[in-house]
């Protein structure tokens, strides 16, 4: 079973950056979507973003459309998350998981997801 860790959050100001890094602990190969979800305290997790292989494809939930972006470094078998123009809205911690035999209809339900992190606390204060 593949480890998945988090790491890159922190306390940041609103409007600032932050990029969070998935790193697993052997390569994923195969058909595989790795997702990032949030869950702030007595919230359920929400879907931000997932990125889809072999495809490529990327997937952003409607809250950080535009502000956040998902990327891979395939050497470091690695999954960033790049967040600009940070919210206290977006105060939560962060999780990625690994999704295997993705549909598009399946990425952004938690529930699918296995192999999670431990997560990363991101702060943003107003």
């Known amino acids: 079973q593949v480890q998945l860790v988090e790491s890159g959050g922190g306390l940041v100001q609103t409007g600032g950056s932050l990029r969070l890094s998935c790193t697993a602990s052997?390569?994923?190969?195969?058909?595989?979507?790795v997702g990032w979800f949030r869950q702030a305290p007595g919230k359920e997790h929400e879907f931000v973003a997932a990125l889809r292989r072999p495809n490529g494809a990327t997937y952003y939930g409607d809250s950080v459309k535009g502000r956040f972006a998902v990327s891979r470094d395939n050497a470091k078998n690695a999954v960033y998350l790049q967040m600009n123009s940070l919210k206290p809205e977006d105060t939560a911690v962060y999780y990625c998981?690994?999704?295997?035999?993705?549909?598009?209809?399946?990425?952004?339900?938690?529930?699918?997801?296995?192999?999670w992190g431990q997560g990363t606390q991101v702060t943003v204060s107003s």
């Open positions: 052997a390569p994923i190969t195969g058909s595989y979507a």
């Open positions: 998981a690994r999704l295997v035999n993705p549909i598009s209809s399946t990425i952004r339900d938690s529930h699918r997801y296995d192999s």
